[in-house]
């Protein structure tokens, strides 16, 4: 019986460990390695070890049979490794599963199954993320090993927008001004490129900061990555959203407002702890695909007075019901936030996303839901009763903490 794992192993450690240990009770396990390539293309950022050095430390390992450098790209990267190694179980952690992952495997006759994560007895629980938010943390200058830290920028948070995404952009704002709302997000889970969560504006502040953000205002932090990113020099004649990089650098829960500009008249934040938790209990993601190459969302754009308005009204009356934690008027916001974006912008619903909104929406939990940034694809953002619940239930949903400072 051959099981199969896969993962990048930059920061081996006692977890993986045990992982490999539990994965191998389910046969003689073969391991698929992330390339340097792949992980420099997918997460912008190059090995701490080299590939052959991944490769060698991971081989080592008592409950390894053997492991290959998987030879594909991207979060799916491995798929030529399975097809050659021909295994017949695919196991993953529980954070590291998709329904992209289920569905492959499901093609192909190989059992899926899924892990939680458990610490080996006696030891700590860990986990790369962990361990790089760790070293990011650590003052300048106290730690012996900072010259590790160079490649680690997956303490620098994202954003989730809630309402009014495209406001930000003055072609949209000219026919009615407006709230765009956003919440800034702690990297708790793995960001995925060209999925809707500003990784774009977050790359750009990776060659900046390529550890953690600095401390100083971050209305002014968040200006300065506006004007970085959108170089006057830029070729391609987009500029990005400021709500990308309002939403990444304000902590807590933010709205900013857009009339006919690109910077928003004025910007409200609310980090009371009461409400950020009462989002944070209401709100999860579910993986779909990522924006496919050459997709373009504005094709066929319609945007007139009515529609503009539409998305207005919806993004304040969300504020509202956030501030009131009034759950039901939130959803409602919530939804007709995303009807309205969809209604100015129709291709944000690229083929294969309404697939995902039959399935979810479906469910006597899921209140209301969206696509994060430009659509698509990229995630679901779900409005739930009860967002742990519908976590433990739900094993591809992802929680979201949000940041507090």
């Not at 390992?61 to 799916?76: E, H, T």
């Not at 986990?127 to 790089?132: E, G, L, Y």
Request: overall charge negative; charged content about 20%.
């Amino acid at each position: 019986m051959k099981v199969f794992v896969s993962g990048c192993y930059d920061l081996l450690h006692s977890g993986h460990v045990e992982f490999f240990r539990q994965a191998s009770q389910y046969g003689d396990l073969y391991v698929g390695i992330g390339s340097d390539a792949t992980i420099l293309d997918y997460k912008h950022h190059k090995t701490l070890y080299p590939e052959q050095e991944r490769l060698f430390m991971v081989k080592s390992i008592r409950y390894v049979k053997d492991a290959f450098i998987n030879q594909g790209s991207g979060i799916m990267d491995f798929i030529p490794t399975v097809e050659a190694l021909k295994p017949d179980r695919f196991v993953v952690n529980a954070d590291g599963s998709s329904e992209e992952k289920r569905q492959f495997c499901q093609e192909r006759g190989i059992e899926y199954i899924v892990l939680d994560r458990i610490p080996a007895e006696g030891l700590e629980a860990r986990s790369s993320t962990s361990i790089k938010e760790t070293l990011a943390n650590k003052p300048n200058g106290t730690s012996d090993i900072s010259h590790l830290t160079s490649n680690i920028s997956e303490g620098i948070p994202t954003r989730l927008d809630l309402a009014g995404t495209w406001i930000d952009q003055p072609y949209v704002s000219t026919y009615a001004p407006g709230w765009a709302i956003t919440i800034s997000l702690q990297p708790t889970f793995e960001i995925r490129e060209r999925c809707g969560l500003s990784t774009s504006t977050r790359n750009q502040i990776k060659r900046i900061w390529p550890i953690h953000l600095p401390d100083m205002d971050p209305e002014m932090l968040a200006k300065l990555v506006f004007c970085f990113e959108n170089d006057p020099e830029r070729t391609d004649g987009i500029i990005s959203g400021a709500q990308d990089a309002i939403g990444i650098c304000m902590p807590g829960l933010c709205r900013h407002y857009y009339n006919a500009h690109y910077w928003p008249e004025r910007i409200e934040s609310c980090t009371d702890e009461h409400i950020l938790s009462w989002l944070e209990s209401h709100l999860c993601m579910v993986p779909m695909f990522p924006r496919r190459p050459g997709c373009s969302v504005v094709d066929g754009k319609d945007i007139t007075e009515p529609h503009v308005k539409a998305l207005a009204t919806a993004a304040a009356q969300c504020w509202d019901a956030i501030l009131h934690t009034d759950l039901d008027a939130f959803a409602t916001a919530y939804r007709a936030s995303f009807e309205a974006q969809i209604t100015l912008f129709p291709a944000m619903i690229q083929p294969g996303v309404q697939d995902y909104i039959d399935q979810y929406s479906s469910m006597k939990d899921v209140l209301a839901w969206k696509m994060p940034g430009a659509g698509g694809g990229g995630y679901l953002a779900l409005v739930v009763n009860d967002a742990t619940t519908f976590c433990q239930e739900h094993e591809e949903a992802i929680p979201l903490t949000i940041r507090r400072s």
